[in-house]
């Protein structure tokens, strides 16, 4: 079993904006995670859940994608998407 590497997965931010520029830029698929101090952190897929367990996830690349691996965290809030309904409408979320 290979060891995860934070350098090659993971990356800090001060906002989420900053992480969304950074992960749209770069057409990124992932995560950015709201931290316990106030900070971000983008994250590829791979990144695996507990890593950081003051995290929670905020937002998906692609959008709207939720984490898959067993027993993550959170589902997706506040990507800023609206929310659609049964009949194909959408409203504010």
Same mark, same amino acid.
């Given at each position: 079993?290979?060891? +995860?590497?934070?350098?090659? =997965?993971?990356?800090?931010?001060?906002?989420?904006?900053?992480?969304?520029? +950074?992960?749209?830029?770069?057409? +990124?698929?992932?995560?950015?995670?709201?931290?316990?101090?106030?900070?971000?952190?983008?994250? =590829?897929?791979?990144?695996?859940? $507990?890593?950081?367990?003051?995290?929670?996830?905020?937002?998906? +690349?692609?959008?709207?994608?939720?984490?898959?691996?067993?027993?993550?965290?959170?589902?997706?809030?506040?990507?800023?998407?609206?929310?659609?309904?049964?009949? $194909?409408?959408?409203? /504010? /979320?």
């Amino acid at each position: 079993m290979s060891e +995860f590497n934070y350098t090659k =997965c993971s990356k800090p931010f001060t906002s989420q904006d900053e992480a969304r520029d +950074f992960m749209r830029a770069r057409s +990124f698929d992932g995560w950015i995670l709201r931290r316990a101090d106030g900070s971000y952190t983008a994250v =590829c897929p791979e990144y695996p859940d $507990g890593y950081y367990p003051d995290a929670v996830v905020v937002e998906a +690349f692609p959008a709207g994608a939720v984490p898959e691996r067993p027993g993550a965290a959170a589902p997706v809030v506040d990507a800023g998407l609206p929310l659609a309904t049964d009949d $194909g409408a959408c409203c /504010a /979320a």
